[in-house]
């Protein structure tokens, strides 16, 4: 599916300048390495640079590092200022200025970088005329703890390097005093050797290589907290009672929008209020999942501000998990698309356990029937407060210390009062609770699974019976169709286990298999076949091929299954 020309073309108008202007920086960066790199440039550089400056001859290859991480710092502000980044923009004036100076006096010097002189100029003047153009907001603790960074990382390696110093006096050589060991130390930061002279060579290199650690570590991670886009506190969400309207009037159309209500979760409205989007921001990526609530012909409204909402911030705005419906519209809107799985819906009005197909789960239902297991269904409501208590907590007994997973197909509470309209399944043996499923509304005659728990003391093919005791409740519940687990890259899977299947797609589906050892993309599609249910495709919407490993990233981190550590998130929050 591609996206509609003439919404791309609006999308993109405009940003011409801005492309320019990125890749203008990455070819600075670029000749930066070279001239670090290579003999005859980095010499003349070098020279130059010694001559303007007033620095030591020292000045070699630590300099040579410097030069490569400042490319690097170059590369990784171009990909702010893709992003629209006004520090960004801030940050590459700095740097264009100081370049430019630079070059120049090279150029008087020696004749030579008037070219370098003249990109870093065009650089500068490029990033001067579309300044109106980098909008995007910062996070707003992250310049307190840029300049935190800047101070502390530099102290602790000089502080480390000067103990080095000071507690090996005899590997030193002379007697040199504690302040030339200060400005020693100061120095190392830097990459420039001070006036200290060793005996032994390894402290030498390694008071040299950690000071120069310490220094490129403190730019790198200020520039990180000053460069990155805003990701705010997970919080509930403030706009549920405009959602459930919406999803009053609208929620048949997708079986993933009741989980749009989920508390982590930020809504944005079209103009008419007709419709919305619902998204989390993290790793700087603008994640939404299913369609668009709300009215279809106020769709592109909603979109339009959501995609506004990413300009300002900074996010890559992604999709998961969107119907065909939904990705038409997201591609219409500028989006490129990929199908990457099937979600399983049952019709109640045709579902049986008779027949060959069925005979597996047949079998479990009844041995687990002469095992002493009973299921009850229920609507949420019809649980009394303790109850409610009860499933509550057994749900976080049997997943333990595991991390809470799902996203775009989970609600994240269970048993929660504020979902009256959710139905539970609840497996017994002897009185006691041993398993639970929970689904939630999908428009007023269907339900989405959300949770699914058993205890894992419990007898295989409980979850078989608590879905098949589910399917037969339905007609009473007045549910006609129930939506199972999302299978990820099912037709994949399945088109590798067909005979006559070619090279490619076996090892597409051996590689699948493989990891499923992780993310259980083979178990469940298992799972889900045996149910003979209709498969409903289901599609990514991305902005470009280079956003896939960020957007897979933070799905991955949403979803529960890797990330960033807590430790990391704490800091990166406080």
Request: charged fraction near 20%.
């Amino acid at each position: 599916m591609r996206p509609d020309p003439s919404a791309r073309a609006r999308r993109l108008a405009g940003t011409a300048a801005v492309r320019a202007v990125v890749w203008t920086a990455r070819l600075v960066a670029l000749l930066t390495v070279v001239a670090a790199l290579f003999p005859a440039p980095r010499r003349a550089f070098m020279a130059s640079l010694r001559a303007s400056l007033g620095l030591p001859p020292a000045v070699g290859l630590a300099g040579v590092v410097i030069s490569l991480v400042a490319a690097v710092g170059l590369w990784l502000l171009g990909a702010g200022l893709r992003r629209r980044k006004r520090r960004a923009w801030a940050l590459a004036i700095v740097v264009g200025a100081v370049l430019t100076v630079v070059n120049v006096l090279h150029g008087l010097t020696t004749g030579h970088g008037w070219v370098a002189a003249a990109l870093t100029l065009a650089l500068l003047v490029a990033l001067v005329a579309c300044r109106t153009r980098f909008v995007a907001r910062p996070d707003p603790g992250g310049l307190t703890r840029g300049v935190l960074v800047l101070v502390q990382l530099p102290v602790a390696g000089f502080v480390l390097v000067w103990l080095l110093l000071a507690l090996n006096p005899r590997r030193l050589a002379g007697s040199p005093g504690p302040w030339q060991e200060a400005g020693h130390a100061a120095l190392s930061l830097v990459g420039v050797s001070g006036p200290v002279q060793f005996r032994a060579g390894w402290l030498d290199d390694l008071t040299s290589a950690v000071g120069l650690a310490f220094g490129v570590a403190a730019v790198l991670v200020a520039g990180y907290h000053l460069l990155r886009s805003p990701e705010p506190e997970p919080q509930p969400a403030a706009d549920d009672d405009r959602i459930r309207a919406l999803l009053d009037r609208h929620g048949r159309r997708d079986s993933l929008g009741y989980f749009a209500l989920r508390d982590d979760k930020a809504a944005v409205f079209s103009p008419t209020g007709k419709a919305a989007v619902s998204y989390r921001a993290l790793a700087g990526v603008a994640l939404a999942s299913g369609d668009p609530l709300g009215d279809h012909e106020a769709w592109p409204g909603a979109i339009e501000v959501f995609l506004g909402e990413c300009t300002s911030y900074g996010w890559v705005p992604a999709v998961l998990g969107c119907s065909e419906l939904g990705a038409t519209a997201w591609a219409r809107a500028g989006l490129d698309v990929l199908e990457f799985g099937d979600e399983a819906v049952l019709d109640t009005a045709t579902f049986t356990l008779e027949g060959r197909a069925m005979r597996g789960i047949r079998q479990a239902c009844g041995r687990l029937a002469r095992a002493g297991y009973t299921v009850r269904v229920c609507r949420l409501p019809d649980l009394t407060d303790d109850e409610r208590a009860t499933v509550a907590e057994r749900a976080s007994r049997w997943r333990g210390d595991a991390v809470e997973r799902g996203y775009s197909m989970a609600l994240s509470r269970v048993a929660d009062p504020r979902d009256g309209g959710a139905v539970v399944v609840l497996a017994e043996r002897e009185g006691e609770i041993r398993g639970l499923l929970q689904f939630v509304p999908w428009g007023g005659d269907g339900l989405s699974l959300d949770l699914m728990r058993r205890d894992p003391a419990s007898d295989n093919g409980l979850n078989e019976l608590m879905i098949a005791e589910l399917m037969a409740a339905a007609p009473a519940l007045g549910v006609a169709r129930v939506s199972l687990n999302f299978a990820v890259f099912r037709a994949a899977l399945e088109r590798g286990e067909r005979i006559g299947a070619g090279p490619v797609a076996k090892g597409w589906a051996k590689l699948l298999r493989t990891a499923s050892r992780w993310w259980q993309i083979d178990s469940l599609y298992r799972f889900n076949a045996k149910f003979r249910p209709d498969w409903v495709p289901r599609y990514v919407a991305y902005p470009t091929v280079r956003d896939l490993p960020r957007i897979m990233a933070a799905a991955l981190e949403a979803e529960g299954f890797g990330g960033r550590p807590p430790a990391v998130l704490r800091l990166l929050r406080r």
